[in-house]
């Protein structure tokens, strides 16, 4: 099993900053490769927002380049990554959610909401 426990989110008005956390646990069958953060609008589909491959590149979605960071701490199978979020705008209002892979599971976090307004 998989455990991914996320915090962080809030309201901030617009240009404000917040830091998303996600605790990421699993026990022995198999190590935990990509992590990444998606994001879901009410009626909108769940989008990537920023992630790390296992390779360590890391992607960024071009709508938060220059203004989110992601960053992980930790090896195989206890992880933290964090998602530094600056400047933010009213539309990246959404529930933000935590993914990690392993094998070819994925799997998600329970989602923490982050509110912008003006």
């Known amino acids: 099993q998989v455990q991914l426990l996320e915090s962080g989110g809030g309201s901030v008005p617009a240009g404000g900053s917040l830091r998303l956390s996600c605790e990421i646990s699993?026990?022995?069958?198999?190590?935990?490769?990509?992590v990444g953060w998606y994001r879901q609008a009410p009626g909108k589909q769940r989008d990537l927002v920023a992630g790390?491959?296992?390779?360590?590149?890391?992607?960024?979605s071009d709508s938060v380049k220059g203004r989110f960071t992601i960053s992980r701490d930790g090896l195989y199978n206890t992880q933290t990554v964090w998602l530094q979020m600056n400047n933010l705008k009213i539309d990246d209002t959404a529930t933000y959610y935590c993914?990690?892979?392993?094998?070819?599971?994925?799997?998600w976090g329970q989602g923490t909401q982050v509110t912008v307004h003006s």
């Open positions: 790390i491959a296992t390779d360590g590149n890391v992607k960024y």
């Open positions: 699993a026990n022995i069958g198999g190590v935990i490769t990509a």
């Open positions: 993914k990690a892979e392993r094998g070819f599971t994925n799997y």
